[in-house]
């Protein structure tokens, strides 16, 4: 039988931030995303904390080229951005160019990387509840040559994603869905052979690879946990958060086994636009480290 072990509690890597997201580990620092102060910052692992980007338009998902420029996707403009070393965003993917919106989280690989869409922008005043999800995607984008393309539709606001170490699996949440999707990855870059590996019961955001196989994922604000299943999808560990939605975690740390879990507090949607929304970046020791970077052609 797999120990669903508890390992609480957490140690406040970071606090007073807005809306943290798309953690990730890069360069021996942790990288986070906030959309509700527009900032890219990178903290080690002792806590010293540095805002890299400034006034972005929701900043979310987070990738590097096989060059080191930094890669980021943008909420509320829809836009996926490369940063060189003198930190001046330059637009490598537009809505002009991918025909969706709310470009999200991101997972690189190669000179690849997917991006998750929610299809909509939430706007002042709209609290969410009549969201259209008929247009939500996966873009996969090309770095070399810029081309982007939709390689998965009509999913229910995907999210969280991940490549296996092999670069032949692709792991996405998708969110109103309540469950964990899984693609082969083809030669070109292609989604083939969609299936479920997961329905939790919740609904679903940020989720990170380990070396066994297992996974760790966040949750809706009905779950009060961050959770690691097996490779089967056997319930193998969790977190308990009191006060925060759990959002996204991602293992980094010198031996790979420190988890980062982003946590934010929000009363209503709008909260994330208007500044009211609270966040905290946390950690905790975990026995698994993380998975390998994965290694996909292209």
């Not at 809306?19 to 010293?48: L, N």
């Not at 319930?235 to 759990?246: D, K």
Request: net charge negative.
């Amino acid at each position: 039988m797999v120990d669903d072990k508890n390992y609480g509690p957490v140690e406040i890597l970071v606090d007073d931030r807005q809306f943290t997201e798309s953690p990730r580990w890069h360069d021996g620092a942790f990288w986070f995303s906030d959309i509700g102060s527009g900032h890219v910052s990178r903290v080690s692992i002792d806590g010293e904390l540095e805002i890299i980007l400034f006034g972005m338009l929701g900043p979310s998902g987070l990738g590097w080229t096989r060059e080191g420029d930094m890669l980021l996707a943008t909420l509320f403009d829809s836009t996926i951005w490369r940063v060189g070393p003198d930190r001046k965003p330059q637009p490598l993917a537009t809505p002009a160019q991918h025909g969706t919106l709310g470009t999200n989280d991101m997972v690189t690989a190669g000179s690849r990387s997917y991006v998750t869409c929610s299809g909509y922008v939430l706007e002042p005043g709209d609290d969410g509840s009549n969201i259209d999800h008929t247009d939500d995607c996966i873009l996969l984008v090309e770095h070399e040559t810029g081309e982007v393309r939709k390689v998965a539709e009509k999913l229910m606001m995907p999210n969280g994603i991940a490549i296996s170490p092999d670069g032949k699996t692709l792991t996405v949440s998708e969110l109103f869905a309540a469950r964990i999707l899984r693609y082969d990855i083809q030669p070109d870059g292609s989604l083939a052979n969609h299936r479920i590996f997961l329905e939790p019961g919740y609904m679903v955001d940020g989720l990170c690879l380990d070396a066994e196989g297992g996974m760790w994922f966040g949750g809706s604000a009905t779950a009060d946990r961050f959770q690691r299943v097996d490779a089967e999808g056997n319930p193998a560990g969790h977190v308990p958060i009191e006060g925060f939605t759990c959002i996204a975690p991602m293992l980094g740390g010198p031996d790979g086994r420190t988890l980062l879990l982003c946590a934010n507090h929000i009363d209503e949607p709008q909260d994330i636009l208007s500044g009211k929304a609270r966040a905290r970046i946390l950690t905790v020791r975990v026995d698994v480290s993380a998975a390998a970077e994965a290694q996909q052609a292209g």
